[in-house]
């Protein structure tokens, strides 16, 4: 592998990393109870995944 000769400066490596941006998760409603909810998950809050009764709700 070659190696630069070079060194960059702070600024363009700046330039490079500044296009790394986090997003926010796609968040939907629950058809079900209206609790909003991961896309293709279980829903937490009812226990419903693609109109059927997968598990029993989280009580704390």
Do not use: D, F
Not at 35 to 53: A, D, F, Q, R, T
């Amino acid at each position: 592998m070659a190696n630069p000769t070079s060194r960059h400066s702070k600024s363009r490596r700046n330039k490079r990393r500044a296009n790394w941006k986090g997003e926010q998760p796609n968040i939907s409603a629950c058809p079900e109870c209206s609790e909003m909810k991961l896309p293709h998950h279980v829903c937490p809050s009812c226990g419903i995944y693609n109109k059927k009764k997968v598990l029993e709700p989280v009580t704390k």
